[in-house]
């Protein structure tokens, strides 16, 4: 008998473009966010620098996993964001990030 193997079969063996493709060993796809096409790629977190995540303001520290981010049309370099991939995932839901004073109301 021989051992199990636990891969994952595509169900689409063309390999159409809305499939994740393994790139460098992350995975790069296309998602909409606020009416726009963004490119996410998620990355192992070894670039050994600390990020802001836009979601929640913390720091994201080295070693970390995580998503990278950028716009599809027109983006360079400096329109990357990374962010925690519970953030990511849950940037509909929240509200925009808007700083407060220690003594300000939160309403």
Known sequence: MSPRRNRIKSADPSGSAEQASPLGGSLRRTESHQGDDWVVQTVAGTAGRHYRCPGCDQEIPPGMGHVVAWP??????????????????ARERRASNVLRG?????Y
Not at 102 to 106: I, N, Q, S
């Open 102 to 106: 220690r003594g300000a109301p939160r």
């Open 72 to 89: 599809m049309h027109g983006a360079g370099v400096d329109d990357r964001r990374h962010w925690h991939r519970a953030c990511w995932g």
